[in-house]
T-cell receptor
C-alpha cells in the first residue's frame, strides 16, 4: 500500500499561487494520484486526479513528473476560503478499496 | 439531489453502550466506506464494502461492526468493545466509473460521556 509524505502545514497570502508537494516513492504502475480538500467538521471533497504529466481543472492543477514518485498540487490565486487540509492519496490500482489518508497539509491563507 | 447522508450529526453515548451510525447514499454506488478521524489527524479506514452482503475489515476494525443488506445503506455499529470511540466518523462511497473519487457524507461526531 503506497503511503504518502506531505508537509504538515503551509502559510500563504490571498492572491498567491500555492504549491503543495507530495512524495509517494512506492507508487505502483497502475496507481492514480488523487487530492482531496477538507474543511473542519466536514467530509473531504475530491479536487483532482492524475496519472502522469499535468492535469488541470477549474479548481487546481496537478503536476506529476515522469518517475511519478512525487506530485504537486497547484492552487492558483488562493483566497481565505481555501484555508483547509489537503490530502494526497495514491490509489492501489487493483484494489481500489484501500485508500490511505495521511495527516495531510494544513494550508492557512492569510489576508 | 444525489449524495450521501449521515445521521445523526452529533451523538452522545455512555460508556458500555452500543451505538449505530447511519449512512445512506442515492448515488447508485457499489462501494461504501467508513472512516474514523481523530482531532488533527488523517482518516483511518474502519470497514469497507464492495457489494451488497459483503464487507471487509479496514485498518482499525476492532470494536466496530457493519452490515450491507442494501446497496444504499451501510450502517456502522460502535460497540462497547471499542476502547476509545470518541471521534468524527465519515462515510464515503465510490462508483464504478472512478474508483479513486470518493464522495463523503457530512460526518457524525460521537462523544462518549
Amino acid at each position: 500500500l503506497a503511503k504518502t509524505t506531505q508537509p504538515i502545514s503551509m502559510d500563504s497570502y490571498e492572491g498567491q499561487e500555492v504549491n503543495i508537494t507530495c512524495s509517494h516513492n512506492n507508487i505502483a504502475t497502475n496507481d492514480y494520484i488523487t487530492w482531496y480538500q477538507q474543511f473542519p467538521s466536514q467530509g473531504p471533497r475530491f479536487i483532482i486526479q492524475g496519472y502522469k504529466t499535468k492535469v488541470t481543472n477549474e479548481v487546481a492543477s496537478l503536476f506529476i513528473p515522469a518517475d511519478r514518485k512525487s506530485s504537486t498540487l497547484s492552487l492558483p490565486r488562493v483566497s481565505l476560503s481555501d484555508t483547509a487540509v489537503y490530502y494526497c492519496l495514491v490509489g492501489v490500482g487493483d484494489n481500489f478499496n484501500k485508500f490511505y489518508f495521511g495527516s495531510g497539509t494544513k494550508l492557512n491563507v492569510k489576508p | 439531489d444525489g449524495g450521501i447522508t449521515q445521521s445523526p450529526k452529533y451523538l452522545f453515548r455512555k460508556e458500555g453502550q452500543n451505538v449505530t451510525l447511519s449512512c445512506e447514499q442515492n448515488l447508485n454506488h457499489d462501494a461504501m466506506y467508513w472512516y474514523r478521524q481523530d482531532p488533527g489527524q488523517g482518516l483511518r479506514l474502519i470497514y469497507y464494502s464492495q457489494i451488497v452482503n459483503d464487507f471487509q475489515k479496514g485498518d482499525i476494525a476492532e470494536g466496530y461492526s457493519v452490515s450491507r443488506e442494501k446497496k444504499e445503506s451501510f450502517p456502522l455499529t460502535v460497540t462497547s468493545a471499542q476502547k476509545n470511540p470518541t471521534a468524527f466518523y465519515l462515510c464515503a462511497s465510490t462508483g464504478t466509473l472512478s474508483y479513486n473519487e470518493q464522495f463523503f457524507g457530512p460526518g457524525t461526531r460521537l462523544t462518549v460521556l
